[in-house]
């Protein structure tokens, strides 16, 4: 009976978070301090002075166990802070777990961000060589495969440029070209294929279906594409706050995510704990308030409570927008449509309007984001899928009319206390 090629057996990982807590102190409290508890206030290096140090635990990961046979491909998916990128560093061995073991039986090749093992200095060229030594390839290994690594990555005419230069597209592309290329017994692939354009990545579920059924290599991909990882995958992985939810068969496992993501949308935005960010000003609610099919037009509500008592000025804000398989379809930034915001220092609602997206019928996701723009950018809120609406659109494809072309779509950010 041949061993699985990768064991995880009771896996953990554990984060220290140290939280500093306590205002404002004066000089003269500093000072008092010092000369009441100089060994502490060294020995401390100032911590209690400036404020009280408070550690907490985390687990980003917790009692992970599977198995996955040579020549599977296996996806894992779940929500933002799920572990899954915890789960892929320590499968490739970047950190180690807190607790439990892993066995891998074969060579792995990992592609987890986009130009990692990249010099921004050096050629495309130069990174190929450099990248592949990186990745375990010996150099008459990337000499041979040399040709093929660059016209899959379809950057000829960037060969002997830096990289530095590079869109974040090409990066991509020459980054999973080397890893493909490597020849893996397992290749550890993140969310890093959804930088490409939809050519490239149909190019890449291609290269990794044909990997897995010539070659018999084994693939963990982590993706919010529900599309690719049910093109690609027969079992898939959900977890759920660091610890495995359901392991099975891929269609019953994104029916069971896509149940959990409807449920968690449809609860008071203001009460769910899924936020991430310091807290300081947070989502209260997102409501799709128009939408005119015709027009092609739709206009969002988004409701903020700010605890901090101040106003935020230019503040960034976000909101993604998703479909039922995940699929990301536009994200709206008001500082890079050069709208200023300014937070009150209560409460208060923000609208947004947008022209020209034409959504076919279905099921709808909007994530939003929320930081301060100052050179020290401060997270204010995070939260994915902040609200859910459905679309019934008739008019898409029996209008008999093609829309304008170039199709003109127009967002525009309303502030309103």
């Not at 991509?172 to 990545?201: C, N, Y």
């Not at 027969?234 to 269609?251: P, Y």
């Not at 304008?404 to 127009?410: A, F, G, R, S, T």
């Amino acid at each position: 009976m041949k061993k699985p090629i990768i064991e995880v057996r009771g896996v953990g990982k554990k984060y220290d978070i140290r939280h500093m807590r306590g205002g404002y102190i004066a000089l003269r409290d500093v000072v008092m301090n010092v000369i009441k508890s100089p060994f502490s206030f060294l020995k401390s290096k100032a911590k209690q002075v400036v404020g009280l140090e408070k550690k907490e635990e985390f687990w980003a990961l917790k009692d992970i166990s599977f198995e996955v046979n040579k020549g599977e491909v296996v996806g894992i998916i779940g929500a933002n802070g799920a572990g899954k990128s915890t789960l892929l560093k320590i499968l490739s061995q970047i950190t180690p777990p807190t607790e439990g073991e892993i066995i891998l039986r074969g060579r792995v090749g990992s592609l987890l961000e986009v130009g990692t093992g990249f010099h921004p200095e050096l050629s495309g060229r130069e990174n190929i060589f450099l990248n592949g030594a990186i990745l375990g390839m010996k150099r008459r290994e990337i000499e041979e495969k040399f040709d093929q690594i660059v016209k899959f990555a379809g950057i000829e005419k960037f060969l002997d440029t830096p990289v530095k230069y590079y869109s974040s597209g090409m990066y991509v592309r020459l980054a999973f070209s080397v890893a493909a290329h490597m020849e893996p017994d397992i290749l550890l692939v993140d969310e890093v294929l959804a930088v490409g354009d939809a050519e490239f990545q149909k190019k890449c579920l291609g290269k990794m279906e044909e990997v897995t059924k010539k070659d018999g290599r084994t693939i963990i991909l982590v993706s919010h594409n529900m599309s690719a990882i049910e093109q690609l995958c027969k079992k898939t992985i959900l977890l759920e706050h660091g610890n495995v939810r359901m392991v099975g068969d891929t269609k019953d496992v994104i029916a069971e995510y896509i149940n959990t993501k409807e449920s968690m949308s449809k609860q008071p935005l203001a009460e769910r704990k899924d936020h991430k960010g310091s807290g300081r000003a947070i989502f209260t609610r997102c409501e799709l308030k128009e939408y005119d099919e015709q027009k092609r037009t739709l206009r969002f509500e988004i409701h903020y409570k700010n605890l901090s008592q101040k106003i935020f000025k230019d503040v960034k804000i976000s909101l993604g927008l998703r479909d039922q398989h995940g699929v990301h379809i536009t994200n709206i930034t008001n500082n890079v449509l050069g709208q200023q915001i300014d937070l009150s220092a209560d409460e208060g609602a923000i609208s947004l309007d947008v022209e020209g997206v034409n959504l076919a019928t279905g099921t709808y996701y909007t994530d939003l984001f929320l930081a301060t723009d100052s050179l020290n950018s401060e997270i204010l809120d995070s939260v994915e899928n902040a609200s859910i609406f459905e679309i019934n659109n008739d008019a898409f494809y029996t209008t008999r009319r093609l829309p304008p072309v170039p199709v003109k779509i127009l967002f525009n950010f309303k502030y309103s206390q």
